[in-house]
């Protein structure tokens, strides 16, 4: 794979994860922007995606406010409890272990894990939520 193929790659993977965690693209771009400001020539695929999270978590977006590009099921995400959200996005979304997603949000381990649970369990009618309100905005 050349470098090119990689950054690109790369930004891509951050992008997405950083639109997910703030719900809007204006959110997502500024966080790989500042990401890329702050890693400045210490630039690594873990490293741009590690620093893009914890920007977009910086930005602590308003809960609910979600892109239209996402799926309904994305679009769901930012209906949790912000901590919540959080934890789904880069535990399971993004992929990050346990203790990276303590370093991003600065919380025990524990926290990360009882959070996660919780959104597992709340993420079902957040999703039938997003269906319905889709559905009544259709008619």
Known sequence: ???????????????????????????????????????????????????????????RPCSGASSSILPVELQAVANLFPTHRYCFALRVLVGFDLKTCSEILTLPRYEVEQALCQSLLDLPRAVEYMRCAGKSDAL
Do not use: P, Y
């Not at 922007?33 to 930005?59: D, K, M, P, W, Y």
């Open 1 to 59: 794979m050349t470098l090119e193929v990689e950054i690109g790659k790369t930004l891509n993977e951050s992008f997405r994860a950083a639109l997910v965690l703030t719900g809007s693209i204006e959110g997502a771009e500024r966080a790989v922007t500042n990401a890329i400001a702050a890693l400045g020539s210490g630039l690594s695929a873990h490293a741009l995606l590690v620093e893009t999270a914890r920007s977009a978590f910086q930005q």
